[in-house]
């Protein structure tokens, strides 16, 4: 199942500030730089794989191996209902998630599953057997589960106990994951996964740092270029942490490089869910963003995969830098309006999109109202999780068990998890 696939030493990872050469493992500058680490790759030409899901993109991927069973990529294909609807003529749809008409297969229904696969093959070729440690309110969580119930890796999984109904798989045995439910909020759940990751037999997913995270993320813009022939002058993703957005700037700076699909970046339209829109307030310039402040966030959100407490903003090569440098716009959209684009979208495309999904087609639907796009303007507008309801129609899901439950407030909670960890798999 996990192949060697051509030559070591494919890319180098870097600091984006010093240039300085760096583990390629590392999340850090080594000179201390307050940057996200970059990967330069040796093949400065995108030539597509003939190999399962994402692994068509393995020469850009950090990656010297592959994890063959079970990846499903993006599905990039021109709209023509709903790009009707809105008087666009070069629309795509860049799909992630399960839609068999389209040969779309992301199992776990968003483009989490593209941050999974190539992380969780990292951690293979690391061979040091540690447990990788993820805290999720949802679709990462089922990405991360996913993999590993198809590896057979060991994975420690904290979630909000409010949102453990979120956790489903494809697989009957999850005997690879150990899920702990934590009473309290995400920020509990993320807290306590942190201090657990220090420990010397854990390891953190490393989130934004993580350039296999990224670059996994990055392949939906590999996709649609591929399919376009041509860089889009505009891509359009609902964010969080704005993570998508950043390996969005960085394929196309790769794919700027590679000569094929001309030289202009596109320009990044990234949307969040007001209130809860700290990217926005960040921008603004405002330090504190009230509504976390008042503590209304991410209850009420439209989807709450879309807030996140400390996104990498002001960080080198983080979401101002991919602002900057492409010429960006954010937008916020309230409820209702994501809740009439999703409307609009699920009934002109034919499938069910995620609500997180829905915020990306509002913002579409503004800027086109707005005329900050013109309607022969080439657009790509990323659906990052769709066909869930598709899903359950067509597969048997299994919901993963908890295995034990902690109070964040408990001061034994951290040890709790690790003894139950040692007990679960034996180490
Ligand atoms: C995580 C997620 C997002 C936001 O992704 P970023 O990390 O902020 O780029 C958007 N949509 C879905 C479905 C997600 O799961």
């Not at 079970?70 to 666009?88: C, I, M, N, P, Q």
């Not at 937008?331 to 209702?336: C, E, S, V």
Request: hydrophobic share 40%; net charge negative.
């Amino acid at each position: 199942m996990h192949c060697q696939v051509g030559l070591m030493h494919k890319y180098s990872v870097r600091c984006p500030t010093c240039g300085e050469m760096q583990d390629p493992m590392s999340l850090i500058c080594s000179k201390g730089h307050d940057a996200l680490l970059r990967t330069f790759y040796g093949p400065l030409q995108l030539t597509p794989r003939n190999m399962p899901g994402i692994w068509e993109f393995y020469d850009w991927l950090p990656v010297e191996g592959i994890i063959s069973e079970g990846t499903g990529k993006t599905v990039t294909y021109k709209s023509e209902a709903f790009a009707r609807k809105l008087g666009l003529s070069d629309l795509y749809v860049a799909f992630n998630g399960y839609w068999p008409e389209k040969n779309a297969s992301m199992m776990t229904c968003t483009f989490k599953d593209l941050e999974a696969f190539p992380t969780m093959q990292r951690l293979l070729e690391r061979q040091d057997g540690r447990i990788m440690v993820v805290a999720s309110a949802g679709n990462t969580a089922r990405a991360f589960a996913h993999v590993c119930c198809i590896t057979g890796q060991p994975l420690l999984l904290v979630v909000p106990e409010n949102s453990v109904h979120r956790l489903w798989t494809l697989h009957a045995d999850a005997s690879s994951i150990c899920l702990v439910t934590v009473e309290g909020d995400y920020y509990n759940a993320i807290e306590l996964a942190n201090k657990v990751a220090l420990r010397q037999r854990f390891v953190s997913e490393g989130g934004a740092k993580n350039v296999a995270r990224r670059d996994g993320m990055g392949t939906v813009m590999l996709d649609a270029v591929l399919t376009m022939k041509k860089l889009p002058m505009h891509y359009f993703q609902a964010v969080g942490s704005g993570t998508g957005g950043i390996s969005a700037w960085e394929a196309s700076i790769r794919l700027i490089q590679d000569g094929s699909f001309g030289n202009v970046l596109p320009q990044l339209h990234l949307a969040q869910n007001l209130p809860c829109a700290p990217l926005i307030s960040m921008r603004a310039g405002n330090i504190t963003d009230q509504s976390i402040v008042d503590g209304k966030c991410p209850e009420d959100m439209y989807d709450d995969v879309l807030f996140n407490r400390k996104p990498p903003y002001s960080v080198a090569g983080g979401v101002r830098d991919a602002l900057q440098a492409t010429g960006g716009r954010m937008y916020g959209i309230d409820n209702a309006a994501a809740a009439h684009a999703q409307q609009l979208f699920e009934e002109l495309e034919g499938i069910d999109i995620n609500p997180a999904a829905a915020v990306a087609v509002a913002a579409l639907m503004q800027a086109v109202e707005k005329k900050f796009t013109g309607h022969n303007d080439s657009i790509v507008l990323n659906i990052t999780g769709g066909g869930m309801e598709r899903l359950r129609r067509d597969c048997n899901l299994y919901p993963i068990v908890p295995d034990i439950r902690v109070s964040a407030h408990d001061p034994e909670a951290e040890s709790k998890i690790v003894d139950k960890v040692s007990e679960k798999f034996q180490r």
